[in-house]
């Protein structure tokens, strides 16, 4: 097992950003370099200075570092969120490039989770990249996702997202998903602590759920399109937190090839045993 930090604390002299989100205080300062650096994500009304604030003092674990995980991660750096975990225990092959856009020839055969985790210090070296060469199971799951303020699920293994769903819903994290395979992909935002919106076990209970690309194969831009959507809402979520202006609970279906976008409320299960609450 791999794991790692990288750490480097700044003091700024300009203009300082306090914000405040259930009685926790969030002070990060914004220099001249950071203003130029989040120019753009600062002139919206979802993000701005408090938001940024908000992004700066964030926790993001990112599981799964594919074609979503790697871009996912590559956007939440970008827009700078904090502190991210990535996690995975593969290693990059040759057939990954189609689709898993940070990689390179220069990457195949390095664990994913390093190499991503190189890439990224590259994009904003003050962030806190954290990287576990692990693949993450029901045993692990409570200690990488312990200090999260979400967690962004970007595996396309069922059994591995049932372990997911089950260890945020205890915790209350919220959780984002999302998957791609054929021309189609899928995604779907869980608060993880509303009683009238049902979660992902309760979906694979009634739905015949196959959103993986090993058997079905995929288009890469699809994969991106996927990623692109899960990303957004993480960070207008973290920005915001439930403040943000986006749909939780809707299991929402992208049509590449016909540029339809078609959506359900996932209603909770009366006999999930994960978030089923007899009370």
């Known amino acids: 097992m791999h794991s790692h930090s990288f750490t480097q604390t700044t003091a700024y002299s300009a203009g300082q950003t306090v914000s405040h989100i259930a009685g926790q205080v969030f002070e990060h300062s914004l220099n001249t370099q950071d203003i130029r650096r989040y120019s753009r994500q600062l002139m919206l009304d979802s993000v701005e200075d408090e938001g940024q604030a908000k992004l700066a003092s964030s926790h993001a674990v990112v599981i799964g570092l594919g074609g979503l995980g790697s871009l996912v991660a590559r956007y939440l750096a970008g827009a700078g969120v904090g502190t991210i975990t990535l996690v995975d225990g593969d290693t990059v092959d040759i057939s990954n490039l189609q689709r898993q856009v940070t990689y390179n020839e220069m990457h195949l055969g390095e664990l994913k989770a390093k190499s991503l985790f190189n890439e990224l210090r590259k994009v904003d070296s003050k962030l806190n990249i954290i990287f576990k060469s692990i693949y993450a199971d029901s045993k692990n799951l409570p200690t990488l996702i312990s200090t999260a303020d979400c967690v962004l699920d970007c595996t396309d293994n069922i059994e591995t997202r049932k372990h997911i769903n089950a260890v945020t819903h205890r915790a209350s994290i919220p959780l984002f998903i999302a998957a791609a395979s054929g021309l189609r992909w899928q995604a779907l935002n869980l608060p993880q602590n509303n009683k009238r919106i049902g979660c992902y076990a309760c979906l694979v209970e009634h739905i015949d759920v196959r959103e993986d690309c090993l058997s079905k194969g995929v288009l890469g831009p699809v994969v991106g399109m996927a990623a692109c959507h899960q990303a957004t809402q993480a960070l207008l979520y973290l920005a915001k937190r439930f403040n943000a202006d986006i749909k939780w609970g809707h299991y929402l279906t992208g049509n590449a090839s016909q540029g339809s ?14 978030c089923h609450d007899p009370n």
């Open 261 to 274: 976008l078609q959506s359900f409320i996932l209603p909770p299960s009366s006999t999930c045993e994960v």
